[in-house]
T-cell receptor, first 120, second 113 residues
Framework: GAVVSQHPSWVICKSGTSVKIECRSL??????MFWYRQFPKQSLMLMAT?????????EQGVEKDKFLINHASLTLSTLTVTSAHPEDSSFYIC????????????????FGPGTRLTVL | GESVGLHLPTLSVQEGDNSIINCAYS??????FIWYKQESGKGPQFIID???NMDKRQGQRVTVLLNKTVKHLSLQIAATQPGDSAVYFC????WGGGNKLTFGTGTQLKVEL
């Protein structure tokens, strides 16, 4: 249980285009979803926190107009990288939290498999 | 704390030996800690967690130790196997900090046959 999927698993796009990444909780409802970015040989850096039906909370230094987050339902959050540039190339990972999920910690986050974005 | 470097610390162990991976966390107010395993090109995989009111927790072949006095966390892997080769991250959750996770730098574990 507590499976999170991401789509696509990898994407290559041209500079200036926009890319949408989906994050889905497959077998549970996620009250909160998180988006992380990870550069090679580095740790995960939190970009934003989103709660279903409300605006996302962005971490300091993350441009909200460039990284659009929509959390329209309890099982789906999307991250859109607008006007992507080569420096946006990274591994994007989402996670979902479901307080009250039987047998799991209240604060536990369930991670997706990640999306590799390459901007040419 | 947050990762700022381009080089992951590496721990090399022989197959069958025990591994100990260390982590220094940053916030004394953190109340929940998790160890994750990340294989190349994949998302983090939960290994074990511990609450701040505990100092030790054991799982299958893994043990997490928490020393709040010096803000130190360790992950012990018994009888390390080739499949344990991965990058290991500690993460701290701070309730007062928005109830979000802050990941440590990470340690690359290499298991030699």
């Amino acid at each position: 249980g507590a499976v999170v999927s991401q789509h696509p698993s990898w994407v290559i796009c041209k500079s200036g285009t926009s890319v949408k990444i989906e994050c889905r909780s497959l077998d549970f409802q996620a009250t909160t979803m998180f988006w992380y970015r990870q550069f090679p040989k580095q740790s995960l850096m939190l970009m934003a926190t989103s709660n279903e039906g409300s605006k996302a909370t962005y971490e300091q230094g993350v441009e909200k107009d460039k990284f659009l987050i929509n959390h329209a339902s309890l099982t789906l959050s999307t991250l859109t990288v607008t006007s992507a540039h080569p420096e946006d190339s990274s591994f994007y990972i989402c996670s979902a939290r479901a307080p009250g999920l039987a047998g799991r910690s209240y604060n536990e986050q369930f991670f997706g498999p990640g999306t590799r974005l390459t901007v040419l | 704390g947050e990762s700022v470097g381009l080089h992951l610390p590496t721990l090399s162990v022989q197959e069958g030996d025990n591994s100990i991976i260390n982590c220094a966390y940053s916030n004394s107010a953190s109340d929940y800690f998790i160890w994750y395993k990340q294989e190349s090109g994949k998302g983090p995989q939960f290994i074990i967690d511990i609450r701040s009111n505990m100092d030790k927790r054991q799982g299958q072949r893994v043990t997490v130790l928490l020393n709040k006095t010096v803000k130190h966390l360790s992950l012990q892997i018994a009888a390390t196997q080739p499949g344990d080769s991965a990058v290991y991250f500690c993460a701290e959750n701070t309730w007062g900090g928005g109830n979000k996770l802050t990941f440590g730098t990470g340690t690359q574990l290499k298991v030699e046959l």
